[in-house]
T-cell receptor, first 112, second 110 residues
Framework: EADIYQTPRYLVIGTGKKITLECSQT?????MYWYQQDPGMELHLIHY???????EKGDLSSESTVSRIRTEHFPLTLESARPSHTSQYLC???????????FGPGTRLTVL | AQSVTQPDIHITVSEGASLELRCNYS??????LFWYVQSPGQGLQLLLK??????LVQGIKGFEAEFKRSQSSFNLRKPSVHWSDAAEYFC????????FGAGTRLTVKP
């Protein structure tokens, strides 16, 4: 079944840890996105990719990094997590010429 | 710059009552407009979209939205709300570089 997956769904870690949030999609989409979502706020785009070996920063400054080595996989890494990184992270994908985005279930990250 | 405003942070309606969620947008060209719904602990699910043509668009779960260019609005409606409609609703504008509103949380009273 074509879908978009995120793991872990929930993560609680201590300050200074390195973490990677996983995102995979089986829809064959070229474009993928990472959003940060906080309660009562709009979704903020932090990274996006047009395809393999393409990564761009979004509107919201983020200390995270991403990679796109395979079409279906778009992991997000925080080298040294801080409490300010506590948030929900949503991954999405779309066809290259597509206008609508398909979202994963999200990862809720808490940094103590 | 494109932007979306959802004026209502939280709305409470009784089950069976009608619903209208407001969305106003700012966009330099013909807008591509979307409504997404997010249930607790879940990602966003597309309810409906407007690209062109008929200004009244039908979506899933009995929702519809009307595009009004003169008012820069794209309000979401449902004639009779069900308890399962309780969720967060997001309006979005754009293509690729999509802009989202801050969301409206819907509570449904029994």
């Amino acid at each position: 079944e074509a879908d978009i997956y995120q793991t872990p769904r929930y993560l609680v870690i201590g300050t200074g840890k390195k973490i990677t949030l996983e995102c995979s999609q089986t829809m064959g989409h070229d474009k993928m996105y990472w959003y940060q979502q906080d309660p009562g706020m709009e979704l903020h785009l932090i990274h996006y990719s047009y395809g393999v070996n393409s990564t761009e920063k979004g509107d919201l400054s983020s200390e995270s990094t991403v990679s796109r080595i395979r079409t279906e996989h778009f992991p997000l890494t925080l080298e040294s997590a801080r409490p300010s990184h506590t948030s929900q992270y949503l991954c999405a994908s779309s066809e290259f010429r597509g206008l609508e985005q398909f979202f994963g279930p999200g990862t809720r990250l808490t940094v103590l | 710059a494109q932007s979306v405003t959802q004026p209502d942070i939280h709305i409470t309606v009784s089950e069976g009552a009608s619903l209208e969620l407001r969305c106003n947008y700012s966009y330099g060209a013909t807008p591509y407009l979307f409504w997404y719904v997010q249930s607790p602990g879940q990602g966003l699910q597309l309810l409906l979209k407007y690209f062109s043509g008929d200004t009244l668009v039908q979506g899933i779960k009995g929702f519809e939205a009307e595009f009004k260019r003169s008012q820069s609005s794209f309000n979401l409606r449902k004639p009779s709300v069900h308890w399962s409609d309780a969720a967060e609703y997001f309006c979005a504008v754009g293509a690729g570089d999509m802009r989202f509103g801050a969301g409206t949380r819907l509570t449904v009273k029994p």
